[in-house]
Each structure stands twice: as C-alpha cells, then as structure tokens.
C-alpha cells in the first residue's frame, strides 16, 4: 500500500531517474533546487508525462510500465495540489470542488453535497459561491486542497503548496496544512524548496537534484550526514569530499584535513562554520588543522558574520562582528583559518 | 507617427463618407424596404447565420486539433484552411463548382443518391459563405487554444474528468470569448460574402441573390438602391466589429 516509482524519463534537456517509495500515512517531502526536475516527477506520477523505463505503481497496482502499461490520469485516483492552485476562473469555489466527484460519475446534487461537506470540514464553508478570483491565496490553497481530496484519492500529490503564499499566510496555512495531511491515510508526496516545509511537513525527506535522488531518510538523517553541497547549503554547514587514511583525509581538492574519528577509503566530512577560527598570524597551540586563505566575501547574517574563505579549503567561516573588526578582514585579505579534529565529523563517501 | 495613423484612418473612412455624401437619404428607406431588399436581406441574415453555425460545428474539433496534436501535416492543413482568406473568392467559387457541380463526380454522386443539388441553390450559397468564413473562425479559435493555460486541461484531467469532459467543462468556458469572438467575425465575412457565391451559387432572387449580390445587380440598373443596400450592409459590419473590438483584443 503505497506509491512506488522506479523509473526514468527524458524531457527536453531534463533526465528524471528516480527510484521513490511513498508510504501510506506518511509525507514525504521532495526537497531540491530550481530545474531538479521536482514539477516534472509530480506531472509523471500524476500520470501527464509517461516513463521511458521502469514503473510507477500505486497500492500494488501498476499506473505506468512501458510498453503496454500506462493508466490516464483521469484513471489514476491521485490528488494533485498545484504551485499556483489552478482553480478554474470560471467555476465558484463549490463547483470546483464538485468538479472531481462530478466527472467520476456522481450527479450534480450529490457531488455539490460532497463538496459542501468538504468545504464545512476545511472551515471554509462560507466560501462555496465565490469565485477563484476573490480569494486570498491562503483560501485559495485550502480549495485546491480541497478539490484534490474531494477526489477520495489513494494519494495526494503537493507541489510546492506554500510557495505562492506571502510570509505571514505562509505560517498559518502551514500548520492548517500539517493538520489535514496528518488525516490523510494515503501517501502523501510535498514538492519544495524550502527545508521549512520539509521540517515541519514531512516525516521522510528525498532531495532530487538534476534529475536524480541523491539522499533519502528522516531529516535529521539527511542534514546530519549531507551527501552534496546542495543539502550541505541548505543547513548551513561545509561539507568537504575525500579519502580517509586514519584519522588524515586528503580531499578531492589536494590539502589534508586530520580528524579525531578514523576512516578508512572515500568519506564525507561536514564543518560547522561556527567551528572555524579566523587569525592575522598563524595560530599556536592545539588545533591541528591550519592553513592560510584568502576572504573572498563577507556577509552579515543576524549577529553573525559569514566569511567565504578562497584557498586550499574554500570553506564559510561564522564569526562575530566585532572578530571581524578586531581581524580587520576586508575581502580579499589573506587570513589564517583553524578547525579543531574534533570538530570535524566524518562520514563514508 | 499620429499623422500617419490620421491618413490611414482617412484612407479607411473617405469611401464611407463617399458613400453616405452619395446617398440620397429622401428614399434611402423606401429603397431599404423594398420587397426585393428584404428578400435579399433576410436570405442574408439566413446564409450567413448558417454558415457561422457551420464555422462552430467543423471549425471547433479542426482548431482543437491543429492546437494540441502533433498531426504531422499540420503546416499543410492549416495552410489549406487559411488559403480562402487570400484567395480571390471568384476563385473559390471555381474550385467548389469544379468540386460539387452536378458535372463532377462527387456533385453528380449526391444528386443521384440524396436528390441534394448545390450550385444555384440556398444551400450552395451558405457553402460559398462557409468556405470563406471558415479560416477567420478557426484562426481566432486555434490562438484561443494556444495561448489558455494547458494546465486547466490537466487539472481536470487529473480530477478524473475524460477528455470530452475536459473540453466542454474547462476549454471551452475559458475561450468562449474567442468563440464567440471567431463566430461574429465568420458570421461578417459570410455576410460580405461575393465572389464564391455568384460564382457557385449563382444570382437567384430568393435563393441565393444575398445582399451583396443585390448590389451588384442595382449598381446596373438602381445606382441609389445599391448605395442603399450597400449602407446597410456597412452598418451591420461595423456593428459587430466594433462590438467584437474588446473580446478580440482580449487573449484568452
């Protein structure tokens, strides 16, 4: 009983190869930057674009496998929540709603019932006889949620459903939004970009970059251990790639790196920016990683300044404003950079 | 550059005025009432109504498939439907009497099996009408279809809504207005409609003598009457086309 995809389809200059397995009850958020491909999986799945190779099925029933499988859309009974909802302009929002049970084959009446039920459990039962144009987008988003669910589907497709909002709406229409998934019994798929959405949506996170999945897991599994610069980005952190002899890395880009956990073959290491000291001189004492570099770019973050550091380890260093008075770093400015072993947590590659 | 719109616009507007200087407005309604011009109107008024249904009947499905199916002779087809739009219309009327004359095969074989003859009948002149009308229809409509937002289609689509569905529920009612823009534009073209008609129909008072072929036929014998008739048919135009100017303009 779920919604699995092994499958892999060309579009344009896009290759989609994802392999995905969407439990009942569950959200999983598929988190990834701009042209990953994050729309076209959703449309895939949805039954609008067809796979090349492999298969989608849902609850054990096979939607698409080439060449001679390949159930419509129209057939698949899966919900679909839109970017920018995609209400129809020239239905009010009652008729809307009834729009899916009508075309499954329910009479005007008893699909209008439906919907205003519907609509009554969303709390938004005043809005049936408004048209698409006249509502918020907060209210907006609740229809569209409304008219996929409307649908009885066996599961909901969300692409990036808060997107569209204003920050304030945004808050409140999320933990709406949190309340009705948690009631959904089907598998719940959440397109996003913004980890936001991830963290407090999802129970499982799958990140799609270029076409493919590159990690998947709870999301504290998947932002304690980053697999590439995208998720590492995206919480904060430096992540460097190389091969560990012991407790010495040599990374990809030729410096040494010495850690406190030991490692044998290629691994990952991630370095909170917080744990990067910033010199003039070169440090004395403990820390075992030292090297110089050179301040590409300074950026004030809140109390915190961000220095992107150019050199053998173009790693973020946090420090505060008044370090960086007292270093006097202007870019371009050759600087002295430490981390401490223990700082650096490592990982096999 | 408003200089020169000025002189376009005059450009458009001196024959009119050459007209309404021309007409004498002391019978210009005894001329407009004559038995002969109601005839000729109201066989007008019926020509070119059927003709615009035709237009909505066959011009739909056609727009709906050069806008969103890959048919590989699409170019070619949509060439084909264009053509009467710049083909002299005495030149269609040719072509569809070489087509549908009771000489031709096929107008020989539809007198022989439904008794239906159309040259020098009513019927005829609706087709003559259709025939030029038909590429103002489909080019408004097919535009119409491109440019909507597709993905009202495949929302409804994927509501469980069958392709039949999805075109009556949601392509439709969002380009009604190019519809009916694409229909009151073939409806004023059917209605000037000369050319093909004389040449397919013939000039058959009651039967096919439209209102533009009346005019053609006072301009020898009642120059006043023509100018009449052809005022009146000047006034129907700009009616629709100025009532159509906004819906036109307007993308879907």
Partial sequence: MSLQAAMSLRLGELVLDVELDARPGTVTAVLGPNGAGKTTLLRTLAGLHAVDTGAVTLDGVVLDRPPDIFVVPERRRIGVVHQDYLLFPHLSVLDNVAFGPRSRGRSVRESRSLATGHLARLGIAELAHVRPRALSGGQAQRVALVRALATEPRALLLDEPLAALDAGTRVETRRDLRRYLAEFAGPTLLVTHDPVDALTLADRVAVLERGRITQVGTLAEVTGRPRTRYVAELIGTNLVQGTAQGTAIRTDAGSWLTTAESHIGPVLATIAPAAVALHRHEPEGSPRNRWVGTVAHLDLLGDRVRVQLAGPLPLVAEVTPSAVSELALREGDPVWASVKATEITTYPA | ?252
């Avoid at chain 2, 590989?72 to 030149?91: E, H, K, N, Q």
């Avoid at chain 2, 509501?159 to 529920?169: C, D, E, K, N, Q």
């Avoid at chain 2, 190019?178 to 008609?197: D, I, K, N, P």
């Fill in chain 2, 1 to 252: 550059m408003l200089g020169a719109a000025a002189v376009t616009v005059a450009f458009f507007a001196l024959p009119l005025l050459g007209l309404l200087e021309r007409a004498d407005w002391s019978r210009l309604w005894a001329d407009l009432t004559s038995p002969e011009a109601l005839e000729a109107l109201r066989l007008s008024l019926v020509c070119s109504s059927s003709a615009a249904a035709l237009c909505v009947v066959f011009g739909t499905p056609l727009s709906w498939v050069l806008a969103r199916t890959a048919v590989p002779a699409r170019p070619l087809i949509r060439g084909l439907v264009l053509l009467p739009m710049v083909l002299p219309p005495v030149v269609g009327g040719v072509a569809l009497l070489a087509a549908f004359s009771l000489r031709s095969p096929l107008g020989g074989w539809l007198h022989d099996t439904f008794g239906v003859q159309l040259t020098f009948s009513t019927p005829g002149a609706v087709m003559a009408e259709t025939f030029v009308a038909l590429p103002f229809y489909v080019l408004t409509v097919e535009g119409a279809l491109r440019s909507m937002d597709q993905r009202y289609e495949d929302v409804a689509a994927v509501l469980g809504a069958s392709r039949f569905t999805v075109f009556r529920r949601v392509t439709l009612p969002l380009i009604a207005p190019s519809v009916v823009a694409g229909t009151l534009l073939a409806w004023a073209r059917a209605l000037g409609e000369f050319g093909a008609t004389i040449t397919f129909a013939g000039n058959i008072a009651g039967r096919t003598r439209t209102l533009p072929l009346a005019v053609y036929l006072a301009l020898e014998s009642d120059q006043q009457a023509a100018i009449a008739l052809s005022l009146l048919l000047l006034v129907i135009a700009l009616t629709v086309l100025v009532s159509l100017r906004d819906r036109w303009l307007r993308p879907a």
